[in-house]
């Protein structure tokens, strides 16, 4: 069965750093686009970085550039967003979302109108 499992989340203290991954299985992971998303409590899901299929384009919210990096393993079925210097307001439960792509390219919206799957969600908590 497919899976999106996303991990590498917890508590850091503001200018830290954190690696989150997400793992795909169950689907051909090189045919989707991997769009990273967070959440908090009270507010719509929001789009912070996409990485197109074959990891060469990539996209990212204005609240997170310069910040985040987004990659992909497609041999390991694998994306990543590394976090640096990380704010209290990246507080949030992050989200990685797997969407069936029809060209190398990626984009950040919430509702995808083709398939989509969803990750569980990890926990990242900024604070000292």
């Known amino acids: 069965q497919l899976q999106l499992v996303e991990s590498g989340g917890g508590l850091v203290q503001p200018g830290g750093s954190l690696r989150l991954s997400c793992a795909a299985s169950g689907f051909r992971f090189n045919d989707y686009a991997i769009v990273w998303f967070r959440q908090v409590p009270g507010k719509e899901r929001e789009g912070i970085s996409c990485v197109s299929t074959s990891g060469g384009r990539t996209n990212y919210a204005d609240s997170v550039n310069g910040r985040f990096t987004i990659s992909r393993d497609n041999a390991k079925n694998t994306a990543y967003l590394q976090m640096n210097n990380l704010k209290p307001e990246d507080t949030a439960v992050y989200y990685c979302?797997?969407?069936?792509?029809?060209?190398?390219?990626?984009?950040?919206?919430?509702?995808?109108?083709?398939?989509?799957?969803w990750g569980q969600g990890t926990q990242v908590t900024v604070s000292s």
């Open positions: 979302a797997a969407d069936l792509a029809v060209a190398d390219i990626c984009v950040m919206v919430l509702r995808h109108p083709g398939e989509r799957f």
